[in-house]
């Protein structure tokens, strides 16, 4: 009797910690979404809601503290950006700009330029948005702060909560 209420018993447990009341649902992403890579990686910023940085951040990973720092010297700079969603048979343009926030201090053809556009290759889910950064000449301790937005285009929309990106660039 003692080995017929223990294998009850056993068998009673196993029931209650092999199995969850807890439906099992397939997460589907059904609206195809873009944002950039960096704002996912990184923390926000102060009172913001998009990270700040101050350092060219690497291809698919958070900035460290060994990444160069964005100055006016550093040209060139590519931000990855996520496709969020199913890949496209077709190569997608997808539009970026300047943010419209008061907090934006860097002014276009004097500290930067972008092209506005990123392309998202057929059956990719990266694109790179670019920054090219210009050296104004003059030196100063300030540095000028340029947020970008993405905007999306017919078929692909902007991340509700990772769209824009905040880029601190240095003027010393």
């Known amino acids: 009797m003692k080995k017929f209420i223990l294998s009850a018993f056993l ?16 997460y589907v992403i ?25 350092r060219v951040p690497p291809y698919g990973m958070p ?26 048979s077709t190569a997608q343009t997808i539009t970026y700009r300047v943010a419209n926030d008061p907090a934006n201090t860097a002014v276009a053809g004097t500290h930067f330029t972008i092209p506005g556009t ?11 948005a670019v920054v090219n950064v210009i050296n104004p000449g003059v030196a100063s301790s300030t540095p000028v702060l340029l947020i970008l ?19 601190q660039i240095s003027q010393n």
């Open 11 to 26: 068998f009673v447990a196993a029931m209650f910690t092999l199995t969850g009341c807890i439906k099992q649902e397939e």
């Open 149 to 167: 937005e993405v905007v999306g285009n017919s078929l692909i929309k902007p991340a509700t909560e990772i769209n824009k990106i905040g880029i």
């Open 63 to 88: 900035v460290a503290t060994t990444d160069p720092l964005i100055s006016r010297t550093s040209g060139t700079i590519r931000f990855r950006v996520n496709l969020i969603g199913a890949q496209q």
């Open 30 to 54: 059904k609206d195809l979404q873009v944002e950039f890579d960096a704002a996912s990686w990184n923390s926000r910023g102060a009172g913001v809601t998009y990270p700040i940085l101050t």
């Open 118 to 128: 990123i392309t998202i290759p057929a059956n990719s889910s990266f694109g790179e």
